[in-house]
């Protein structure tokens, strides 16, 4: 695979990553629990985790596609 479509190929899995990041992060701000006041600010991130499984998902792709072999 060339270097451009490799580029592509990776820039395409980071976007899509990035916006299903973004979904769940906005649907979670969304939610309101019953115990919850309305000025309390909702739950964190967990923001290693997140970018945890998205390294797994990266790998897993790029393995996928044959890059790693």
Excluded: H, Y
């Excluded at 992060?25 to 970018?51: H, I, K, R």
């Amino acid at each position: 695979m060339d270097r451009k479509k490799m580029a592509a190929a990776t820039a395409a899995v980071m976007t899509c990553i990035k916006t299903q990041e973004e979904a769940a992060a906005f649907a979670s701000s969304q939610e309101q629990t019953p115990g919850v006041a309305l000025g309390q600010p909702a739950a964190a991130v967990n923001t290693w985790g997140m970018a945890g499984r998205s390294d797994q998902m990266q790998g897993r792709t790029l393995m996928q596609m044959g890059v790693c072999r």
